[in-house]
């Protein structure tokens, strides 16, 4: 039985992703701090704007705590393949995608939901605006150091330069929707679904993506026989269910809960996931505080307008993303790694610059890692597709451009990744 685990690890390349060992202590009085604040927002957010927000926020501060417990990347996973050749992120990527396809074709196909209102997927055109955007974030995510979830719960665990790259994501996404209109404008297909473009129904397009999923798990299995990269750092956990709250978290297991939780917002609100639009949401309410109209903008129309004039603890992903701030918060007091440090002005510049790139990309890509890559694949979307190659393409670019910044990349000699 052990030479046969010994030869399954071989073959399909698993790797641990948590190691044993002694952890910090529990940072008691800030992590009261949060989950008196988390409360807090809670109620106030049940009392303004009902109990389905309530729900997403909860579902938020899950996710939160989801990625900062097993610091799941979308960043540092093309990053780690482009550089080197290291798979272990790619292949949760692979792992939570299939997952996700499955409820969502699921969920889809049946009409399933919780709260009255039809689920629908993410599902947009394919044109230059898409490709372009998606090219911008792959750089602009390797820059800020952080992608669109990543910003969010690596600024809750603590990390302080993520204060600027949130700031300029939101300006960028502001400007992105300013601009929009005429993006609209430059050639591109219609929206195309796997499941409801081609004929092949909902159970068509979920064998074709598996097969997808799995050629492509098959493929980074050979790369990394062949290039034998450096393997990212085992995290830190515990034993027994100490584990749940303390330590860190298998990549593939939070790849899994990821997938759960993106299908349970689905039958919650009937749409999947999203991070972005409520930063040009929140764009557009400050400059509107200022005496700036942008109902003249042409993106802030219809829902996106009547967003506008409410409380953003009615908007849905508003609310999400407090919740994932809050999550990542509560979950590195938890494990004793809430310390922010000081950071480095070059690294200061690539945080404005990536969230600026992100920001203004999302929009033209008509989502980011989560709304257009994850929730745009889940959804059999052809965009989403189109999304993770583009910004693959342009994390390779931006491997070039980090140095500029004093930033540095993985390398073949590393220990660790």
């Not at 499955?102 to 969920?107: H, N, R």
């Not at 049946?110 to 709260?115: D, E, L, P, V």
């Not at 669109?148 to 809750?156: E, P, V, W």
């Not at 929206?191 to 081609?198: D, G, Q």
Request: aromatic share 12%.
């Amino acid at each position: 039985m052990e030479q046969s685990v010994v030869t399954d690890e071989k073959r399909f390349n698993f790797k641990p992703t948590t190691v044993i060992t002694n952890l910090s202590p529990v940072q008691k009085p800030i992590m009261s701090l949060g989950i008196i604040a988390a409360i807090a927002l809670l109620i106030a957010t049940v009392v303004t704007a009902g109990w389905v927000q309530g729900i997403l926020y909860i579902i938020g501060l899950a996710l939160g705590a989801t990625l900062l417990h097993a610091r799941f990347g979308f960043t540092s996973a093309f990053r780690r393949l482009a550089s080197v050749g290291n798979v272990q992120g790619i292949q949760a990527h692979m792992v939570m995608l299939a997952v996700a396809t499955t409820l969502f074709a699921i969920i889809l196909g049946t009409g399933f939901n919780f709260t009255g209102l039809t689920p629908a997927g993410y599902v947009s055109p394919v044109g230059v605006s898409v490709i372009f955007g998606s090219f911008i974030f792959g750089i602009g995510m390797q820059l800020g150091n952080g992608c669109a979830s990543g910003t969010l719960y690596n600024l809750g665990g603590g990390a302080s330069s993520m204060v600027l790259t949130l700031i300029a994501f939101i300006i960028g996404s502001t400007v992105g929707a300013y601009h929009l209109p005429f993006w609209m404008g430059t050639p591109s297909l219609p929206p195309i679904s796997l499941a409801e473009s081609t004929g092949l129904g909902f159970f068509g397009a979920w064998i074709v993506q598996l097969a997808l999923f799995a050629l492509i798990y098959g493929v980074t299995v050979k790369v990394a026989k062949r290039k034998n990269p450096p393997s990212m750092k085992p995290l830190p956990t515990t034993n027994g269910w100490k584990k749940i709250f303390r330590g860190s978290w298998p990549l593939f297991a939070a790849a899994i809960i990821l997938a759960i939780l993106n299908a349970l917002t689905l039958t919650v609100r009937g749409q999947p996931w999203g991070i972005t639009s409520a930063f040009a949401l929140w764009g557009g309410k400050t400059l509107q505080a200022i005496g700036i109209d942008v109902t003249s903008w042409g993106y802030f129309t219809g829902a996106t307008a009547e967003a506008l004039s409410q409380t953003v603890l009615a908007d849905s992903t508003s609310v999400m993303n407090f919740g994932i701030i809050l999550g990542a918060f509560i979950a590195a007091a938890a494990q004793g790694s809430f310390k922010p440090k000081k950071f480095k002005p070059g690294v200061a510049g690539a945080a404005i610059v990536g969230g600026l790139l992100m920001g203004y990309g999302s929009r033209l890509a008509f989502g980011c890692n989560i709304g257009a890559y994850f929730g745009g694949i889940a959804s059999f979307s052809l965009h989403g597709w189109v999304w993770g190659v583009m910004a693959l393409l342009g994390t390779g670019l931006a491997l070039f451009i980090r140095p500029l910044f004093g930033m540095k990349n993985p390398k073949k000699s590393d220990q660790f990744c």
